[in-house]
């Protein structure tokens, strides 16, 4: 399995990010979050007692959403197929999820996990999924019927969800949430999603490049998520990625090389790019976006 998306999270202050300005040297951290590199840079006189509280949040939510934890809450709720009393960052999620499969017509879908299982562990071995294991997980998915409310989360027998399509965004959103509690209002946060807060150091929009792309978005206040059809590559011979297409199971779905989309919350801009990923063209994309009113195409690339 081969990953050429990024896996590294940064959270950074403005002024932290201030190139030729003679500052004290601001607070950093390094380690791991989310599986992935991590580093948290804040210029505060509270910055490491901040970003302890940012770590602990990730830790917590990682707990909710981990699928390389066995003790997480979604783990749980695949092992067993119901999850009683969750959490209420994962029903939050869930809710999200929801919108997502209805904006993007089927799209986006998180119980297409046990169909992703079957080809990850077939390319891992060096052979084709069997057919007979093929039909038997194109037939558990839909989202349709996974039921939750706050007494309990019920998913249909066989299946089994991921939420990686969607997680990074929503840890994103809460770790946003807690820095500004904190009086941190102009911050750059990039777990895989990119979230910016208020303004850089030069008062403007957060100059954010795209892959593929010269010319920077400036997102102040907003949130930018980038997909691609192979951002993993799970083969040896590299034909085959990460994004299946729920509606019937294709394993390797026409659709944008990469997508950006930017919304107000990083986890719908997760999502929303994730399902989207998929559209046939830059006119469809925007078309399903047209119906969100805080979400916008920043860049669909063939």
């Known amino acids: ?40 840079i804040l210029d505060h006189p509270d910055a490491a007692a901040i970003a302890a509280r940012a770590q602990a949040e990730i830790a917590r939510l990682e707990g909710v959403f981990s699928l390389f934890r066995a003790d997480s809450d979604l783990m749980r709720l695949n092992a067993t197929g119901r999850l009683d009393a969750p959490a209420f960052e994962l029903l939050d999620c869930l809710a999200v999820v929801r919108r997502v499969h209805e904006i993007t017509e089927g799209r986006f879908d998180p119980t297409v996990q046990p169909l992703w299982q079957i080809v990850a562990q077939s390319a891992v071995q060096g052979r084709a999924p069997a057919a007979r294991d093929l039909a038997v997980t194109k037939d558990l998915i839909g989202f349709d019927r996974v039921r939750f409310d706050s007494a309990a989360i019920q998913l249909d027998e066989g299946q089994a969800l991921t939420l990686n399509g969607i997680a990074q965004g929503y840890i994103a959103d809460s770790v946003a949430h807690l820095l500004r509690t904190e009086g941190i209002t102009d911050v750059l946060i990039d777990t895989g999603e990119i979230t910016a807060l208020g303004v850089s150091e030069d008062g403007a929009g957060w100059p954010v490049t795209i892959a593929g792309e010269n010319a920077p978005h400036l997102l102040r206040d907003r949130a930018l998520a980038t997909s691609a059809l192979m951002g993993t590559v799970l083969d040896g011979a590299g034909t085959q990625g990460h994004i299946f297409d729920p509606r019937d199971g294709t394993l390797r779905p026409r659709g944008a090389k990469q997508i950006s989309v930017s919304a107000r919350s990083a986890a719908l801009a997760d999502g929303l790019s994730t399902g989207l990923s998929m559209a046939h063209s830059a006119q469809e994309a925007s078309d399903l976006l047209s119906i969100v009113k805080d979400a916008r195409l920043e860049s669909f690339i063939t």
């Open 1 to 40: 399995m081969t990953l050429s998306r990024r896996r590294f999270l940064t959270i950074a202050s403005a002024a932290c990010l201030s190139a030729g300005v003679a500052r004290a040297t601001p607070y950093r951290w390094r380690g791991i979050a989310l599986g992935a590199r991590a580093q948290i």
